[in-house]
């Protein structure tokens, strides 16, 4: 398990200290053998990366290394607790601003999901910077994924969040 710990300002109370957090942000763009893909979630409270059957067949899946269970694992949660159905393992080459980062996802049954949790965010020391202040402007906002690649360059991207509270400001570090 990779330890999440999130540090920030609280714009509810104005301290600074440690939070913990759970928050999807989408990433502007992923390519997945010549597709791109705009629906892409870092999400810090999955423990694993999921991939849908629907978002596998179109990245044509007899190009890629997929592993069928025997029969379908019911071993994860969704934030509802409603039980999610994996069928495999498929191991996905994610092109993220240019570099290419291989990793293992969970393959679901069901909709057009595609989910790097902590298993992606833990093995290349993922950052996230959520709603942090670009620069002197403090009314425009910024938000990226920081991820390191195996061959030692930081490549940082674009995220895209959202809260209904407007509470957003903070980064968050995994570390394995």
């Known amino acids: 398990m990779v330890p999440l710990v999130a540090m920030g300002r609280s714009t509810r109370s104005g301290t600074q200290g440690e939070w913990r957090a759970s928050l999807p942000a989408y990433l502007e763009e992923v390519r997945i053998c010549g597709h791109d893909f705009d629906h892409v979630i870092a999400d810090t ?31 994860v949660k969704s934030v509802d607790e409603s039980a999610l159905s994996f069928t495999g393992t498929v191991s996905l080459p994610l092109e993220i601003e240019g570099q290419v980062f291989k990793h293992t996802f969970k393959i679901m049954t069901g909709g057009g999901i595609l989910v790097l949790g902590n298993d992606f965010l833990g ?10 202040a670009a620069g002197k402007d403090v009314d425009r906002r910024v938000s990226s994924l920081s991820l390191l690649h195996p061959d030692g360059a930081r490549v940082r991207c674009r995220l895209v969040v959202a809260r209904e509270n407007g509470n957003t400001a903070g980064t968050a570090r995994w570390s394995a």
């Open 123 to 132: 093995a290349f020391q993922g950052e996230l910077l959520i709603g942090v």
């Open 45 to 75: 409270g999955s423990c694993a990366s999921i991939v849908s059957d629907e978002v596998l067949s179109q990245i044509k899946p007899a190009t890629l290394e997929i592993m069928r269970f025997e029969r379908p694992q019911v071993d």
